[in-house]
């Protein structure tokens, strides 16, 4: 049973770029979940996609934005790259069915802008 | 909005020895589920232990076990007979269960970094 996968694993980008980071739930799970870790952070919350739609969002701007697919995979979207956007991107994956309350976590994407 | 604090940002401990990882967090919820979850350097999140609010009785998983003080909203995580494997980044997080789908967000402490000394 894979566990949630993240692509592409390391980016590096320039300034005012735009970059794309794509997540595959764990088998059986609906729904995905985007973080943002800082170096030496916790993971502060960007949004989260149930049924193609985005459900809840965080504290971000809106150069973030997300998508959802039928088959229950995600993407990222980052606009205007900043500095600040350097992190690592976590996907993390759940059900809605049988109240686990459970998240389990992708490896992450380490982004980096120059 | 819920908060979630871990004020020591490094601990170590001796191989085979016993530490303790505090967190405190604050809510004006009463059903609420809490969790310890460990990050090593390999980056992959991976869940330890989690305690149900409404549950009176601390959770435990093997080595590790927690001390959930509702009252006191304090919830941390014990490990015992530490071993090299346990140096890692730990994060206590807060979800609430005001909502099942839209409040299912994770609210992250800042960590705290485990040495294990051999």
């Known amino acids: 049973d894979a566990g949630v996968t993240q692509s592409p694993t390391h980016l590096i980008k320039t300034r005012g770029q735009q970059v794309t980071l794509r997540c595959s739930p764990k088998s059986g799970h609906d729904t995905v979940s985007w973080y943002q870790q800082a170096l030496g952070q916790g993971p502060q919350f960007i949004f989260q996609y149930y049924e193609e739609e985005e459900r809840q969002r965080g504290n971000f701007p809106d150069r973030f934005s997300g998508h959802q697919f039928p088959n229950y995979s995600s993407e990222l979207n980052v606009n205007a790259l900043l500095l600040g956007d350097s992190a690592l991107y976590l996907c993390?994956?759940?059900?809605?069915?049988?109240?686990?309350?459970?998240?389990?976590f992708g490896p992450g994407t380490r982004l980096t802008v120059t | 909005a819920q908060t979630v604090t871990q004020s020591q940002p490094e601990m170590s401990v001796q191989e085979a020895e016993t530490v303790t990882l505090s967190c405190t967090y604050d809510t004006s919820e009463s059903d609420y589920y809490l969790f310890w979850y460990k990050q090593p350097p390999s980056r992959q999140m991976i869940l330890v232990i989690r305690?149900?609010?409404?549950?009176?009785q601390n959770a435990t998983e093997n080595r590790f076990s927690v001390n959930f003080q509702k009252a006191a909203k304090s919830f941390s995580l014990k490990i015992s007979d530490s071993q090299l494997g346990d140096a890692a980044m730990y994060f206590c997080a807060y979800r609430s269960l005001l909502n099942t789908g839209a409040n299912s967000k994770l609210t992250f402490g800042k960590g705290i970094t485990l040495s294990v000394r051999p």
């Open positions: 993390a994956s759940s059900s809605e069915q049988g109240y686990t309350y459970e998240q389990y």
């Open positions: 305690q149900e609010a409404y549950k009176q």
